[in-house]
């Protein structure tokens, strides 16, 4: 028995579509979500640890692959840097996942809460800075 993180990442055309579940059905595999959200142009994110037989699991990456899921393991860490953030706010827009959020109203002090983060990178652009990197 073996487990992997992987990120997912669904087209619009997929988002609707019962992919994941085939996994069960026909992999064999277990699976628990960890995170999932739908970002604003309808691409589906989704953080999944699979469980199961080592070549049970490689098959069910290609099966997923081969339905134009992105996969990509979760290996990636985001970080902030806090000295160089000037609190825009620009990312907790893009952020699909509210990782990175306003703490409070009056302030507008943007935090980061790294369990959320599904390093996707779509903060990293955004940035004016440059106060977010991803670390491998
Ligand atoms: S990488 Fe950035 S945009 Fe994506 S979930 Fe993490 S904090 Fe949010
Ligand atoms: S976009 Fe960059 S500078 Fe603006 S709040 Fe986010 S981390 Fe800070």
Not at 77 to 88: A, F, G, P, R
Request: proline content about 7%; charged content about 30%.
């Amino acid at each position: 028995m073996a487990a992997k993180k992987i990120v997912l990442t669904f087209p619009k055309s997929k988002i609707d579509k019962p992919i994941v579940y085939k996994l069960i059905k026909d992999y064999d595999l277990v699976f628990n979500i960890m995170k999932a959200s739908i970002t604003p142009d309808q691409e589906g994110h989704m953080v999944l640890e699979l469980s199961g037989e080592p070549g049970h699991i490689d098959r069910g990456i290609q099966f997923l692959k081969e339905q134009g899921v992105r996969v990509e393991p979760l290996s990636k860490e985001i970080k902030v840097d806090w000295d160089k953030c000037v609190q825009c706010g620009a990312c907790v827009a893009i952020c699909p996942t509210g990782a990175l959020y306003v703490k409070d109203r009056k302030t507008m002090e943007v935090v980061f809460d790294p369990e959320k983060c599904i390093a996707c990178e779509l903060c990293i652009r955004p940035c004016p800075p440059r106060a977010i990197k991803v670390h491998f």
